[in-house]
């Protein structure tokens, strides 16, 4: 048996990083992981995924050789390079983890940690003992009942990782960030990639022109997208697979090599001793938390996807500091969840922060919107990438910023910006009168604020 201060159950970016936060603020530190240090993101998926979606980027250059002035024969593309680039750029950051667990003193125990009271925890059949303990035990995918992956014909992310093959055909379920990231990746290899989608866009938790930018995309780039369409069942027939789906009344039968299911993440949270410890989960599974990330149990502590606040790294780091402090006694600063900056990595990038134009007006703002076209942009026409725009949603009688939406080249590096001013309650003046570099995309943001005043200057 040991004893820590603090325990954290899960290695991935919640829990290492809340594990180096408490460490730092002088607490006696383990975590316990079952799997790998860097959980999901840095194993199967938010690195893997973006070296991928690199070498679509270079794919897809190469065939814009016109454009650029040059020209070769017999180019050949080796997906099971990529793959293989993929893994080494996860194993890199992985070892990196390792350091920093080795630099900051954590002891990183391995094996699966069940609650068997409000202070120890279960390990191997060892028991450990702290004063506070913080659940990070992160999501899986989730599965359609009766249709579930078996890592063949039918895929989750994790499965389609693992492919050094890309498939010919491949029909993904599910039009949110992972799906589309998959089939701009495997369309780019040459995959015929049919999208479908329950709700009326892709992409359908953004602002509805977004959406619209990015079906125009797909289609231009020959991706089929099937919206406001229900999965009725799926078939495997050994090396191939048959998606039924029902569209405006009709049924229709879709034939591919694989699917992928990307429909969202369940959490983990079962086997974890919760119930027997008395902490509190919501019907779904989730785990209930307050503005500190507390439980019900005031020493247990949650923080990222097991939470069901928000499934992206990101929040799940941010939420790792404020529980850390939160244990320390420092005062926190409660996460606007809706003020989380989001992004997905495709071609043309999106990106967002805030509320969509229709939220704003739901929750009775009187709204004025300004957009700015990337075709204008000094920089994106150099690049040869010059498709979309930035959006801004702000509120009419202050000219507060409530939202930026973007589609466009490299918009996820721009995000960063707006999130501060957001943040910080800036207006549509402020934004307008911080001053760009020339020549840069994010000039488009500062000319999209001039719009929303009805002040365009290139426009």
């Not at 016109?66 to 020209?71: A, D, E, I, L, M």
């Not at 990015?214 to 999965?231: M, N, P, Q, Y």
């Not at 910006?417 to 020339?438: C, K």
Request: charged letters at 15%; proline letters at 3%.
């Amino acid at each position: 048996m040991a004893n820590y201060d603090t325990i954290v159950i899960g290695g991935g970016p919640g829990g290492y990083v809340a594990a180096i936060k408490a460490s730092q603020l002088g607490q006696k530190t383990a975590v316990i992981e079952a799997q790998h240090m860097g959980g999901i993101c840095l194993n199967w998926g938010c690195i893997p995924t973006k070296a991928l979606l690199r070498n679509a980027e270079v794919i897809n250059l190469l065939k814009e050789g016109k454009t650029f002035g040059f020209s070769f024969e017999n180019l050949t593309v080796d997906y099971g390079a990529a793959q293989k680039r993929s893994r080494q750029v996860s194993g890199r950051l992985v070892k990196g983890i390792d350091f920093l667990m080795k630099k900051n003193k954590i002891e990183v125990i391995q094996g699966f940690g069940k609650l068997i009271s409000s202070t120890q925890v279960e390990v191997n059949g060892e028991v450990h003992t702290a004063k506070n303990i913080i659940i990070a035990t992160g999501a899986r995918p989730r599965q359609i009942p009766g249709m579930e992956a078996n890592g063949t014909t039918l895929l989750n992310y994790h499965h389609a990782l693992e492919l050094t093959k890309v498939p010919t055909s491949l029909v993904v379920i599910g039009a949110g960030a992972i799906g589309m990231e998959f089939s701009h990746v495997f369309h780019s290899y040459g995959a015929t990639v049919t999208v479908v989608e329950m709700l009326p866009h892709a992409l359908p938790l953004e602002d509805v022109e977004i959406s619209e930018e990015v079906e125009r995309h797909l289609k231009k780039a020959g991706i089929a997208l099937k919206t406001s369409a229900k999965v009725e069942k799926v078939e495997s027939h050994g090396d191939s697979v048959t998606v039924t789906i029902s569209q405006n009344g009709q049924s229709e039968s879709l034939s591919a090599e694989k699917v992928l299911i990307s429909i969202g993440v369940a959490p983990n949270s079962n086997n974890l001793g919760l119930e027997a410890v008395g902490v509190q989960v919501d019907p779904r599974g989730y785990i209930m938390v307050n503005e500190q990330m507390q439980t019900n149990i005031p020493n247990i502590y949650a923080i990222g996807d097991v939470t069901g606040k928000l499934a992206l790294a990101h929040v799940a780091s941010a939420q790792a500091i404020i529980a850390a402090e939160a244990i320390a006694g420092h005062e926190t600063r409660a996460l606007n969840y809706v003020n989380m900056p989001r992004c997905t990595y495709i071609h043309p990038e999106v990106a967002s922060v805030g509320l969509t134009e229709a939220q704003a007006r739901a929750q009775g703002h009187e709204v004025k919107t300004g957009k700015f076209a990337f075709q204008a942009n000094g920089k994106a026409l150099g690049l040869a990438e010059n498709s979309g725009f930035v959006k801004i949603v702000a509120e009419a009688k202050y000219n507060e910023i409530l939202g930026v939406h973007m589609v466009g080249p490299h918009v996820t590096e721009m995000l960063a910006e707006t999130t501060a001013m957001i943040g910080l309650e800036s207006t549509l003046e402020e934004l307008a009168h911080t001053v760009h570099p020339h020549p840069t995309l994010s000039e488009v943001v500062m000319e999209a604020a001039h719009v929303a005043l009805g002040q365009a200057i290139h426009a």
